[in-house]
């Protein structure tokens, strides 16, 4: 919601003017790590309701901006989601992509920064 919205735009706002160092350190953190869950995180459902994977949309970030990410992550938390190329229109994009049990890990990290209508989007 609007709430959510302008925490996002405000916390966003704020790391555009920083260097990459220190955006990657804030955006591993918890809280973080659930605004862009919420803004850009989709969790893959198969007919029967069971899920396989996951992936958050990085379409933004470069390669290079998301392999520093992935460093920290793997340094704060002893794991990191995988890189994939996503092809869209011609043009391939970097996304994470989360494995089951790295969804289940990935959910127990943000669920208590989850806001109760986007709960659908973790595993619990």
């Known amino acids: 919601g609007k709430r959510l919205q ?3 735009s405000r916390y966003i706002y704020n790391l555009s003017v920083a260097p990459d160092k220190f955006k990657i350190k804030q ?3 918890p809280l973080a790590l659930s605004i ?3 803004d850009d995180g989709t969790v893959c459902w198969d007919k ?3 899920y396989s994977t996951a992936y958050l949309c990085t379409d933004s970030w470069s390669f290079e901006f998301l392999n520093k990410f992935n460093r920290q992550f793997n340094s704060e938390y002893g794991w990191c989601p ?6 869209c229109r011609g ?3 970097p996304r994470l992509r989360y494995r ?3 969804m289940l890990k990935l959910s127990n990290i943000i669920k208590s ?3 109760p209508s986007m709960k659908h989007k973790i595993i619990s």
């Open 100 to 102: 089951k049990a790295e």
């Open 91 to 93: 043009v391939i994009y």
């Open 82 to 87: 995988v890189i994939m190329e996503y092809k």
């Open 36 to 38: 862009l869950w919420q």
């Open 6 to 8: 302008s925490v996002f």
């Open 48 to 50: 029967e309701g069971y």
């Open 113 to 115: 920064y989850i806001v």
């Open 27 to 29: 955006l591993v953190k």
